[in-house]
């Protein structure tokens, strides 16, 4: 019972955070980890984003600016590499350390992350391969690849649709590239994935609902919430 309510959350999560509650994607993995491995909570978690990547390209389809896709994609492959090296070598103990500690980090970043909007930059061709790489490492080890991408696209000073657009085809990209590696190193297990199946129809309530949301929800209001959950989260995967 556990399980199943934990799975039905996580995919109303996934719908949720494609349909315009970016930040809520961050509690994935760290909420599905207090009932499973953390190599586990990963491999399930991913088929799941994947369908929200589908609904997201299709509500954002032609908005994305692929100059920025294009120079954040090469690194993203050696940052996928490295976090799978991790995922699949380290003990779950170790990983529930990192996940724990990569938790509070995206707490610090979160906190931080406001004074981004003022920040005087000067773009340099370094800054999105750094960004790559870090997204497509954090997206691999934890489906978390959002602080790094966020905070290289608050820089760019783009319009809300195309800063919505952008992020949504380069994780499409990334996860599609991260798929034939989790099936190789046995991180998604088709025998579980076929038993989550029954949730995928909970993604586009998801969204929906996120639609209907965005704009009635102070966001202040809905960053704490965010923020209490994911260090009740840390917490407990650091204690375990």
């Known amino acids: 019972m556990s399980f199943a309510v934990i799975i039905i959350t996580a995919a109303l999560i996934v719908g949720l955070a494609k349909g315009g509650f970016g930040a809520l ?27 929200g990547d589908w609904f997201a390209l299709h509500a954002y389809r032609g908005t994305w600016d692929m100059s920025h896709v294009r120079r954040l994609l090469p690194t993203a492959v050696i940052g996928v590499i490295a976090g799978m090296l991790l995922l699949t070598n380290l003990p779950d103990t170790a990983l529930r350390r990192i996940l724990g500690i990569f938790t509070l980090i995206i707490i610090v970043y979160k906190l931080a992350s406001d004074s981004l909007q003022n920040v005087e930059y000067t773009p340099r061709a370094w800054h999105g391969a750094l960004a790559g790489s870090a997204a497509g490492f954090s997206s691999a080890l934890a489906n978390a690849g959002g602080p790094p991408m966020q905070s290289y696209l608050l820089l760019q000073r783009l319009s ?12 499409a990209s990334v996860n599609m590239m991260k798929l034939p590696a989790f099936l190789a190193a046995d991180v998604i297990d088709p025998d579980r994935l076929v038993g989550i199946l029954w949730v995928i129809p909970l993604i586009p309530v998801g969204v ?17 919430v965010v923020m209490v959950s994911l260090l009740w989260a840390a917490v407990m995967l650091l204690a375990t």
Do not use: C, H
């Open 25 to 51: 994607g961050t509690l994935l993995t760290p909420l599905m980890s207090l009932i499973m491995p953390v190599q586990d909570a990963v491999g399930v978690i991913l088929p799941l984003l994947m369908v």
């Open 160 to 171: 809300p649709t195309v800063y919505v657009g952008t992020n949504a085809v380069f994780f």
């Open 208 to 224: 929906w609902i996120g639609r209907r949301l965005i704009d009635r929800i102070p966001p202040k209001l809905f960053e704490w």
